[in-house]
Nanobody
Framework: QVQLVESGGGSVQAGGSLRLSCAAS????????MAWFRQAPGKEREFVAA???????????NYADSAKGRFTISRDGAKNTVYLQMTSLKPEDTAVYYC????????????????WGRGTQVTVSS
């Protein structure tokens, strides 16, 4: 019911920055929570950040780096797009980054989302 398309991934040197975009095609964004997850090779999928369109609230993983503001989620209502601004990137940030959406309340659990983009690759070299 919700089509999601990620873009903005690529290769970057450690310490660099990238901004990922997730464009949504849906009847209305207001009921949705949209989130970013990432999955590195051989690792489980993990929550990064989320945004509620109805309240404007943002949520971040309880990571030390996230608390320092390395990753920031934002939106552009005119473009039906959510962004993930990533700074001070590290090799351990290398992963496929997925945009996901669900109706209703916030969740940090990937299995509670039923709308997914195909992912965009982020590679951080040392």
């Amino acid at each position: 019911q919700v089509q999601l398309v990620e873009s903005g991934g690529g290769s970057v040197q450690a310490g660099g920055s990238l901004r990922l975009s997730c464009a949504a095609s849906t009847r209305t964004l207001r009921p949705l929570v949209m989130a970013w997850f990432r999955q590195a090779p051989g690792k489980e999928r993990e929550f990064v950040a989320a945004h509620s369109w109805s309240t404007g609230t943002t949520y971040y993983a309880n990571y030390a780096d996230s608390a320092k503001g390395r990753f920031t989620i934002s939106r552009d209502g005119a473009k039906n797009t959510v962004y993930l601004q990533m700074t001070s990137l590290k090799p351990e940030d290398t992963a496929v980054y997925y945009c996901a959406a669900r109706a209703g309340i916030y969740s940090s659990s990937w299995y509670e989302y039923d709308n997914w983009g195909r992912g965009t690759q982020v590679t951080v070299s040392s």
